[in-house]
C-alpha cells in the first residue's frame, strides 16, 4: 500500500514546519501542571482482539527515543477470554520491563457493526485494566487526531503513519502497522507534554 500524493505532502509540510493547525474543537485540557521529566517513560496502546500493539518511548531534552515497541497477536482459533487474558497479561510484562510514568490509549471511534464494537471494547478494557492496576495515569486519542498530528491529514493510511514514526524516532526499518499505531500514540502524547496549547489527549 502506497503514499497518497496528499499525504505525502502533508508529510512534508509537517517535516517543514509548515503544516498549519486544526481549526477544529479541542478535546478536555490535561490535569493542571501535567509534565513529565526527561528520562521518563510513556506506553503507548493500540488495542485490538488479535493484535494489540504497544509502543514505548523515552522523553529526551530535545526529542523522544525509542525504547521497545511490539504486537501481542492472538490467534483466530484462540476463545475471546483467553485473547483477553493474553493482553493483559504481556502488558502486564511490558509494564515491568519498561515501568512508564503516563500511559496513552487510543480512544473509541465509531462502528458501524455492533459485534466489532463490543469485542474492540473488551480488548481496550483489558488493556486498560492491566495499566490501571499499576496506577499510571491513562489518558485517550481518537485515531483521528493521531493521524492529523503526525501526517496532517485525519484519514490518513497505516503505512504514512508507520513512515512517519520510523523517520521521527530514526528507526531503520518501518514498524508493525500496529505497534507504529501504538508509538504513534506515545509520540503525539510527548508533543502535547511539551506544547499543551492545543491538547489532543483526554485523561480517561
Not at 6 to 12: D, I, L, P, S, Y
Not at 39 to 58: A, C, F, K, M, Y
Not at 98 to 123: D, K, R, S, W, Y
Not at 163 to 172: E, F, I
Request: include cysteine; proline fraction near 7%.
Amino acid at each position: 500500500m502506497g503514499v497518497s500524493a496528499k499525504e505525502f505532502a502533508a508529510m512534508e509540510a509537517r517535516l517543514s514546519g509548515r503544516a498549519t493547525k486544526s481549526s477544529g474543537g479541542s478535546a478536555s485540557q490535561p490535569e493542571p501542571g501535567l509534565r513529565l521529566p526527561e528520562g521518563s517513560r510513556v506506553l503507548g496502546i493500540d488495542p485490538s482482539l488479535r493484535g494489540t500493539g504497544w509502543g514505548v518511548i523515552r522523553i529526551g531534552p530535545r526529542e523522544p527515543s525509542f525504547v521497545e515497541a511490539g504486537t501481542i497477536r492472538c490467534p483466530k482459533s484462540w476463545e475471546r477470554s483467553r485473547c483477553l487474558g493474553e493482553i493483559s497479561r504481556a502488558l502486564s510484562e511490558v509494564l515491568q520491563r519498561h515501568p512508564p510514568a503516563l500511559c496513552v490509549c487510543e480512544g473509541l471511534f465509531f462502528a458501524q457493526n455492533l459485534q466489532t464494537a463490543l469485542i474492540m471494547g473488551e480488548a481496550r478494557g483489558a488493556a486498560m485494566a492491566a495499566v490501571a492496576r499499576t496506577g499510571v495515569e491513562i489518558h485517550e486519542i481518537s485515531p483521528r487526531k493521531v493521524k492529523l498530528a503526525m501526517v496532517g491529514y485525519g484519514a490518513a493510511q497505516k503505512i504514512a503513519v508507520a513512515k512517519m514514526v520510523q523517520r521521527q524516532l530514526r528507526l531503520s526499518d518501518t514498524p508493525d502497522p500496529d505497534a507504529a499505531d501504538a508509538l504513534a500514540l506515545a509520540l503525539v502524547m510527548a508533543q502535547e507534554l511539551r506544547n499543551p496549547l492545543g491538547p489532543a489527549s483526554k485523561r480517561v
